[in-house]
């Protein structure tokens, strides 16, 4: 019920989800295409720009990775040789998507559906004894609909989640693709903690009486039950272990939560050769958010949405610094009540099919902000897409 999976985000200049720094990283030469024929060239080139991406992902759990950096070695990772401070910093503040149960998935080659997002707001790296140990910390949220017995629940859950992740990286390429596998050595620390601030519905007459009866602690136990749910759903998901990739000609970083054979790349929403900083399938129940970046500013990126089912979208986009004032009513599902002058961009794209919009922002690094169109009782089904 808790995957989870993450989107990663576009390297550094092109302001990542998988170059996972909270403040932009450095300008793309203006010419991608000579880049990319160079990097072709050079495979080992690649192999010491995702020693980099990778390692700063060290796992970078969950979903986040790191701006390209320079690594020691082409092939190997040791962990003294991985730049802590730069990993941390590369995961600070980013939005790590969690997926949606497996069963929720179109067909067998469709991607994961986002449900959830993580806000990672604390890091620590410790090196030592051959392994790298990660610890994360940072609220987030996840959609839940469930009917047990008298009682059934139907709402975006506030979440509390920790995470220790330990382990060991080794690279490989292939096939144009650069990968890193992290392999753990034991198993995770987890802790998540679902908030108790839930609208409880009796299915039964039974049941609503019971909701009202203050001896009852009716919403203290159904919150007790989805922290014990979703911390072993989030345990058994990163014994798993990750992948990092690069595809070389795309010029396009990535990973997944799971070991990938040699040169191949995760499952993604739009699956063209267009690099991307976003690209991710998302359920928009009603009352429903997603959240993303932060994202590098810019003069102008590209929004691709394909709603699949349902009315549609609406997208906002506000700077990084008034994020945590906004934080609340992104969680809680009501996006509508983010202050209007703190958005720098904001838009719907309603009706089935293939949409497209721009957006300018070139003062600030900032978060995109998305949740189902208005006054609809329909859940969207959208593939979304952020590019240069």
């Known amino acids: 019920m808790w995957a989870l999976r993450r989107r990663c985000s576009k390297m550094a200049g092109r302001a990542p989800r998988l170059s996972a720094s909270a403040v932009p990283g450095p300008a793309l030469p203006s010419d991608g295409r000579s880049r990319r024929r160079a990097s072709q060239r050079r495979p080992g080139a690649a192999l010491r720009r995702l020693a980099g991406i990778a390692l700063a992902f060290s796992l970078a759990l969950l979903a986040a990775c790191a701006p390209p950096l320079k690594a020691e070695s082409a092939a190997t990772a040791s962990p003294s040789s991985v730049p802590s401070n730069r990993m941390c910093a590369a995961l600070i503040d980013r939005f790590v998507g969690l997926a949606a149960p497996s069963g929720n998935r179109t067909t067998a ?8 997002q993580w806000w990672v707001r604390s890091c620590s790296l410790q090196l030592g004894r051959g392994e790298l140990i990660l610890r994360l910390k940072g609220p987030g949220w996840y959609w839940v609909e469930l009917e047990q017995g008298d009682f059934g629940l139907r709402q975006q859950v506030g979440l509390d989640i920790e995470a220790e992740l330990a382990g060991t990286v080794r690279i490989g390429y292939r096939a144009g693709v650069v990968s890193l596998w992290f392999e753990p050595t034991r198993a995770p620390i987890v802790s998540v903690h679902a ?18 009866l203050p001896l009852v602690p009716i919403r203290a136990r159904v919150a007790e039950q989805l922290s014990e749910q979703a911390t072993a759903a989030f345990r058994e998901r990163l014994v798993q272990g990750a992948t990092v990739t690069y595809d070389v000609g795309q010029d396009q970083p990535d990973l997944a939560l799971q070991q990938l054979g040699a040169g191949a790349t995760p499952l993604r929403a739009f699956r063209d050769r267009a690099s991307w900083i976003i690209n991710d399938r998302l359920q928009l129940p009603p009352g429903a958010t997603h959240a993303f970046g932060p994202v590098a500013p810019a003069s102008e990126y590209h929004l691709d949405v394909v709603n699949e089912r349902g009315p549609g979208l609406e997208y906002r986009a506000l700077c990084a610094r008034d994020m945590p004032a906004s934080f609340d009513r992104v969680r809680s599902g009501s996006a509508q009540r983010i202050e209007r002058r703190v958005l720098v961009a904001s838009g719907m794209l309603l009706g089935s099919g293939r949409h497209a919009a721009e957006l300018h922002v070139p003062g600030c ?20 897409r952020l590019r240069t």
């Open 195 to 212: 908030s108790d601030d839930l609208d409880v519905h009796g299915t039964n007459a039974w049941g609503s009486l019971l909701g009202f």
């Open 109 to 116: 080659e469709s991607p994961a559906t986002l449900a959830g």
């Open 365 to 384: 690094p900032f978060y995109l902000v998305v949740s189902p169109a208005p006054d609809t009782k329909q859940t969207t089904l959208a593939d979304l």
